[in-house]
């Protein structure tokens, strides 16, 4: 038998007050555990959206708020196309590719469609280069300075016109051509060579996207300048999707658009994901808080369990240290609860918050959530300390009973 | 051998300074068997706690084989305690969660013996005192007397020069006061020294010396008081 084994039997002996007070020790830890865990899961989830994504900046006619990502073509406002060369011939560090964009709604076989207008790379390099600058590398921008993306962007595979759902650009598109989403192309029955009449001339379909869970499902893509002559808007465009080439490039990126194009709006990403970002520093920040606050009410609850263990065990610490315990060693023995408790306390709570995480996630923030091994240790060290530190004045008052009421009490 | 040179103890309760023993000297040479009486509130169960090395004289000395116990440092006087000394309570003070072998194993355990030979010595001292049987029980699954033989064989895990014991038989009937008895007087026989407080003359009589106390100071029982003298 050693002292650690006499700490064992003797929490079960009294385990209900102990697991009581315990609780508010494993309250603290599950809910650090479970909202660290949403929190920092929902910001990769975001962080590998945005990459996939490839374009992370948008330029805007000045007038349009963006709510969604995906819809940011679908206000009605227009710019002149003008601009797409305009920035091509910028040559600006940071930017891989452009893809303009102008929206209007349609119908085929009486079926509402979104009709998207896209510009094939192609022709503005094309009109680029035969303005004179076609002697850089990099027929769109300069790739001075960026980090790699996970969406290539001008490799082979994009000329596959699939490849318009991940990069939202596309090498060459005819005039009489389309590209469908996963959706409609069910509504409308149609696939690739099927013949789909827009606003009075028969298109056909080279493509039909893969699903993305997006609004793109549900679009139609045809040649920018079909899509402005069938619906007579002339040479506009609704919005610029530019690809840049790192978060880096991008942030520099803001402030030499604004100067290329003074007239139109400037949205990054990182500025539509900042708001859901933010939202997760607060529950990051709120969990530190809601821990320190259980974990203080644990601290003091097993304090006072302690010190209520200490009156209800005099006679025991008594005969002990009349049996020769040192005051070191009834203070190791209570500490050592105090440790079993914490670990306990520390573990529990991890694998609660995470379950918790793991369950609530989904439902709450759309996140999967993976298990933070950091978190246990943490969780475990944080509930250890503040056990340890709780009991340490009644273990010190346990250690300084005077033996001699074995008899007194007798 | 236990040697008590003037020894004092006062206590302050509520201002007023009681003396529970005054300028004491004693002598209880090794393998002695004492008996300590005296009515209630006399000191005895002070005298038997400063010979426990558990409270400090107010005056005085305190020497066991040689060495002031209360001018050793606290934590060499607790390890001296579990090295030479033992003890018996009226009301058996075992640990209520362990079981009778892991009682006995305590002074085993804080004197630092390996888990095996812990349970080894503790099984061999139930067998002596007759709980062979009773090993894996609870106090609370046994006897009063099974409980006192329980804490006999516990005061005996160390092999002790010296066992002290208050009021050992108070909680028990009389023929397992007996019993009791028995077990001290045969730890006794083993070279043991034994102090014994008791108010049970009937108990006093085993023992081979007789010290009683009144008022707070201490007198052989055959010796007559300063008042009987004059």
Known sequence: MKLRSLVWKELWQRPTPMLTSLLAVTLGVTALVAIQNMAVSSEKQIAGEMESLGANVLVLPPKVGLQDYYAADMHGETMPEEFVTRLALAKMPGVQNLAPKLCVPATVDSIPVTLTGILPRAE????????????????????????????????????????????RTIQSLGKDELIIGADIAGQLGAKEGSTLSLLGEDFQVVSVLPATGTIDDGRVFAHLHSVQRLSDTGPVINVIEIMACCEDAAGDLVANLSTVLPQTRIVTLEQIVATQVAVNGLMSRLSWVFFSILLLVGGASIASV?????????KEIGTLMALGASRSFVTRMFLGKATLLGIAGGFGGFLAGTVLAVILG????????????????VGVATATVVAIAASYLPARRAASLDPCLVFNEA | ???????????????????ALENTDLEIPDNDFVAIVGPSGSGKTTLLSILGGMLAPTAGEVLLDGQSL?????????????????????????????????????????SGRASDDQR????????????????????????????????????????????????????????????VMEYLNEFHRDGRTIVMVTHDTAVADFAHRTIRLVAGVARDAGEPSPAEAA
């Open chain 1, 124 to 167: 503005f390099q094309a009109k680029a280069a035969w303005q004179g600058a076609s002697l850089l590398m990099n027929p769109v921008g300069s790739d001075r300075g960026c980090c790699p993306t996970a969406v290539a962007v001008g490799g082979a595979e994009d000329e596959d016109p699939a490849a318009l759902a991940t990069t």
């Open chain 1, 306 to 314: 302690m010190y209520a263990n200490v009156a209800e065990r005099r």
């Open chain 1, 362 to 377: 989904p439902q709450l923030l759309g996140v999967t959530v993976e298990p933070m091994p950091l978190l246990c240790a």
């Open chain 2, 1 to 19: 051998m236990y040697c008590l040179n003037s020894v004092t103890k006062m206590y302050t309760r509520r201002g007023q300074t009681v003396a």
């Open chain 2, 70 to 110: 209360y001018d050793l440092p606290v934590a060499e006087r607790t390890a001296l305690r579990g090295e030479k000394i033992g003890f018996v309570f009226q009301a058996f003070n075992l640990i209520p969660w362990l079981t009778a072998v892991e009682n006995v194993q305590i002074p085993l355990v804080l």
């Open chain 2, 120 to 179: 080894e010595r503790a099984q061999h001292l139930l067998e002596r005192v007759g709980l062979a049987e009773r090993i894996d029980h609870r106090p609370a699954e046994m006897s009063q007397g099974q409980q006192q033989r329980v804490a006999l064989a516990r005061t005996l895990a160390n092999d002790p020069q010296v066992i002290l014991a208050d009021e050992p038989t108070g909680n028990l009937d009389s023929e397992t006061r007996g019993q």
